[in-house]
């Protein structure tokens, strides 16, 4: 098991892990003819903001990593992209991209701080979970409470 602080922007718009945090990398290297065959688990910490009612989200990322990195001047390095199989560059694996990938696709892309948040009152913004369940504003505008009221006739 190995300690690395994650790098910027490990993460999406609302949720990722923070600049600094300590993920741990739990991974086996093989060497494989073709490279060096890397594989375990990265875990970390999550920050991020529910996307219904802007609480903070506290939460742990764990993710499966499987990547094979090429020998150079292997059949593999001759024969395919370097975006696509990262290559071993000297004695040095760079694990970055591939731990970014699985940990970004293992984020939510619309974090919730549970499942069931009601959000927040469009009215007022005040937090569902924390006003009475009968919470609801007067319609103040005449205009709109007509409208309001033809739409429940139709
Ligand atoms: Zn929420
Ligand atoms: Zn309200």
């Not at 718009?13 to 086996?28: K, N, S, Y």
């Not at 990262?86 to 970014?100: F, S, T, Y």
């Not at 009968?134 to 429940?152: M, N, P, Y």
Request: aromatic share 2%; proline share 7%.
């Amino acid at each position: 098991m190995r300690d690395v602080p994650a790098p910027e922007s490990l993460g999406v718009e609302m949720i990722g892990v923070p600049v600094g945090a300590t993920l741990d990398l739990d991974l086996r290297m093989e060497s494989v003819s073709e490279g060096v065959l890397v594989s375990g688990t990265v875990t970390g910490p999550v920050e991020g903001e529910c996307g219904r009612c802007l609480r903070t989200i506290n939460d742990t990322v764990s993710v499966t990593v499987q990547e094979l990195y090429a020998y150079p001047h292997s059949i593999t390095d001759e024969t395919t992209d370097e975006d696509e199989i990262g290559r071993v560059q000297g004695d040095l694996i760079d694990l970055e991209p591939a731990v970014r990938d699985a940990v970004v696709l293992a984020l939510p892309t619309n974090p919730l701080c549970r499942d069931e948040c009601p959000g927040l009152c469009p009215e007022c913004g005040a937090h569902l979970d924390e006003v009475p369940a009968d919470h609801s504003h007067q319609q103040v505008d005449a205009r709109w409470a007509a409208l309001a009221k033809l739409k429940t006739e139709e």
